[in-house]
């Protein structure tokens, strides 16, 4: 089963609800050793009365070779606290060894330390200890044997898991299994291991998917479902389960006697593609800065340093390695494209020369070109043909009638981080900015009346913007309770000033937010420490979530199998464009349409919500919040 973990539970406490070892969820759920946090799902595995612990227990038996794994493991378990009041010439390292606690653990019960050094006199509470021991004789997972021609959703079916519970038990699983490869299952008594019956085909669950869509993709009502898979319907339905169905019953049915699974790399984050209604070929143009007029096909070094020293190139192959994954992915889901490629060579008289000499009467819609300039006249040029013109990455484009634009506005993203602290009635707002983003501190005080400002300091001969602030200007606004601080500057200096100094501030009755209205480059300067930004839960608008690079997504781990690297945020947007673009337009009868009856869609790390301009095209009105907690950056739901 699984557990989504709410606010205030430990390691500790969910294991005992569940009857279980702290370890047993350890092992099922490496990642928890770093600690979990809300909405964390965690893996607990409870099969057939078998209990960590119990020597009494019989080892399954199988002629394959299920393996048993014994582990001993030492845990401290909290038992109270020593005060010590530091003395000269103490250190973290001293005191360490004295009460043999690590420095570490001597910072985590004392978290002033995290941005203060050590001083005589601070008052200090020394975490005390018991060592337990746990002893597991029988693992909550055994090692299983794979066998010629099993795929994941085989062994998944066989252990009555699903395929992603199946990789969260085997990190970095490669996605066509190895004969004789030993892989993590559940541990299971061999009367209750199922077998895959060669008489019938196999269906691997989307997610999201319920009774009604499976109808549709195997003509199985609910209760037949429910008859040939026992369990079904106290489980329910759950993503990557693999159900049992007759052999012809469905279109999309995972044979037995193959050995790789449905292979789909969005059908967990989309929906728009059990919506694909049109199956006849679309026309699509890709126009990208390419610059093959300048690149020396000939010279493999000077094609490298071409796109080394070229940000525009590198941003466009990035974006065009993703554009073409999409189109992988288009493909298995029975989409049939005709493309077109443009290389506008980053050249206005170019670009418009490539419109004119091309016949676009047919194409269905043209994503590109990426710098305004060149889009702009794109799509003028092709407004009176009504030919959709989608824009990728740029800030600002004319919205003509016949424009998407894709990325939203600085005005839309600034007016959401606003609108999402305004609902926070019991929060105080301090508003802190340089001589340059003044006006922005105004505009502030306009929606934040009870706000108090604060202004970075001057150079007392310069008269100029010094970049700082001092201890005393937070001490006066700063008061117990929660604080959220909305900080304007783009210099970097004045970042790491004030996120070092409201670090300092944070005590257990005093809750402080760090935010701002324009996320620029000052936030990720290397002088800027990521764990102040951390610690104050640093929240800001962006245009994408950011999907961790050791996600077990499979349009990361397919890239980096294509590429030998992670994709960045220009691959991903340009797969997540693409995806969008395409299946709009074979969900409805155009893309124009698509509005109105998709009117928010999802991916990796893109959504898209257009809105029609009263006298112009459409913007997308979809902006993520997003926030630093645990040293990572996750959605802030909204």
Do not use: C
Not at 59 to 68: E, I
Not at 533 to 557: A, Q
């Amino acid at each position: 089963m699984t557990h989504k973990v709410k606010s205030g539970e430990s390691i500790e406490t969910i294991a005992k609800k569940y009857k279980v070892t702290k370890s047993h969820i350890l092992e099922l759920n490496p990642d928890a050793k770093n600690g979990i946090k809300k909405n964390t799902v965690l893996i607990i595995m409870k099969t057939g009365g078998v209990k960590p612990g119990n020597s009494n227990t019989k080892q399954p038996t199988n002629t394959t070779g299920l393996n048993k794994i014994e582990k001993t493991q030492e845990v401290k378990e909290l038992t109270g606290y020593k005060k010590h009041k530091v003395k000269r010439k103490e250190t973290l390292y001293s005191l360490s060894k004295k009460y043999n606690v690590t420095e570490a653990e001597i910072k985590k019960y004392n978290t002033f330390l995290y941005a203060n050094n050590l001083r005589k006199g601070d008052k200090l509470q020394i975490p005390v200890f018991k060592k337990v021991i746990e002893k597991e004789v029988n693992s909550p997972i055994v090692q299983y044997t794979v066998l010629p021609k099993e795929g994941k959703w085989r062994i998944a079916y066989k252990y009555g898991i699903t395929v992603p519970e199946l990789e969260a038990l085997n990190p970095n699983l490669s996605e066509v299994l190895q004969p004789g490869q030993k892989i993590n299952v559940p541990n299971l008594d061999a009367a209750n291991v199922k077998q895959v019956d060669e008489m019938y085909s196999y269906y691997t669950v989307k997610a999201k998917e319920g009774f009604y869509r499976l109808k549709i993709n195997t003509g199985l009502e609910q209760s037949e479902l429910e008859r040939l898979n026992p369990g079904l319907a106290e489980s329910g339905l759950k993503e990557g389960m693999v159900l049992k169905i007759p052999y012809n019953g469905a279109t999309q049915a995972t044979q037995a006697n193959n050995n790789t699974d449905v292979v789909d790399n969005v059908h967990q984050i989309n929906k728009l593609e059990n919506a694909i209604l049109d199956t006849e070929t679309k026309n699509i143009a890709i126009m990208l800065p390419f610059q093959l007029n300048s690149v020396n096909t000939d010279s493999i070094f000077d094609a490298k340093q071409k796109i080394k020293n070229s940000r525009a190139l590198a941003l466009t192959l990035d974006f065009y390695s993703g554009v073409l994954m999409a189109f992988d992915s288009l493909k298995k889901l029975g989409v049939n494209l005709k493309v077109d490629v443009y290389d506008t060579q980053n050249r206005l008289s170019h670009t418009t020369a490539l419109v004119r000499n091309n016949d676009f009467s047919n194409t269905h819609a043209v994503i590109g070109p990426l710098f305004p300039k060149n889009f702009n006249a794109v799509a003028a040029a092709l407004e009176t043909r009504n030919v959709p013109v989608i824009s990728p990455i740029t800030k600002s484009v004319n919205l003509g009638n016949n424009v998407f634009q894709s990325r939203p506005s600085e005005d839309n993203m600034e007016k959401k981080i606003i609108d999402y602290f305004i609902a926070d009635s019991t929060a105080q707002v301090i508003i802190i900015s340089d001589i340059k983003h003044k006006a922005k501190s105004t505009m502030l005080k306009s929606n934040f009346t009870n706000a108090k400002l604060v202004s970075s300091r001057l150079d007392k001969k310069t008269k100029k913007d010094a970049h700082y602030i001092i201890e005393q200007d937070l001490l006066n606004v700063i008061k117990p309770g929660k604080n959220v601080v909305f900080l304007e500057t783009d210099n970097p200096n004045f970042v790491s000033n004030v996120s070092s100094m409201l670090n300092a501030l944070l005590q257990d009755k005093t809750e402080i937010i760090l935010t701002t209205t324009n996320h620029n480059k000052a936030f990720e300067y290397e002088e800027v420490s990521n764990y102040h930004l951390s610690n104050l839960k640093f929240t800001y608008p962006s245009i994408s979530k950011i999907v961790n690079e050791e996600s077990n997504l499979k349009f990361i781990k397919d890239y980096k199998a294509k590429y030998n690297t992670s994709p960045n945020t220009y691959a991903i947007r340009g797969f997540d464009l693409t995806m969008d673009v395409v299946l709009r337009m074979v969900s409805s009868q155009d893309i124009y349409k698509s509005v109105i009856e998709a009117p928010l869609t999802s991916y990796i790390e893109n959504k898209f919500s257009y809105k029609k301009k009263l006298f112009g095209g459409f913007y997308n009105d979809s902006v993520y919040i997003v926030r630093y907690n645990n040293l990572q950056i996750d959605e802030v739901k909204q």
